[in-house]
């Protein structure tokens, strides 16, 4: 059974950092393409960056430059490494493969105060 545990999250001033980590379990980080989504309030969710199982990293263009998706093959971890965050960046924030059916954690609560 695959499932995803998201954590990390925190509340932040505007222009702080937090470090994301999803720990993965029932599948092999390596194999496929995995990645973070995002829901703000009110909002749907949205894919937000991802890794494929080359190291190819994709972004959404308003996170470029600013956040940073890794991962850890050995340890099963996915990281999100999110800099100069904006109060745009509020968000439950999730892991999971990408076009895949796997279900959704539990996510991790991201707050950007102005």
């Known amino acids: 059974q695959v499932q995803f545990a998201e954590s990390g999250g925190g509340l932040v001033q505007a222009g702080g950092s937090l470090r994301l980590s999803c720990s993965a379990s029932?599948?092999?980080?390596?194999?496929?393409?995995v990645g973070w989504y995002r829901q703000a309030p009110g909002k749907q969710r949205v894919w937000v960056a991802s890794?494929?199982?080359?190291?190819?990293?994709y972004y959404e263009d308003s996170v470029k430059a600013r956040f940073t998706i890794s991962r850890d093959d050995a340890k099963k971890i996915l990281y999100l490494q999110m800099n100069s965050l904006k109060p745009e960046d509020t968000a439950v924030y999730y892991c999971?493969?990408?076009?895949?059916?796997?279900?959704w954690g539990q996510g991790t609560q991201v707050t950007v105060s102005s």
């Open positions: 999971r493969r990408i076009g895949s059916g796997d279900s």
């Open positions: 029932g599948i092999t980080l390596s194999v496929g393409t």
């Open positions: 890794i494929s199982s080359s190291g190819n990293t």
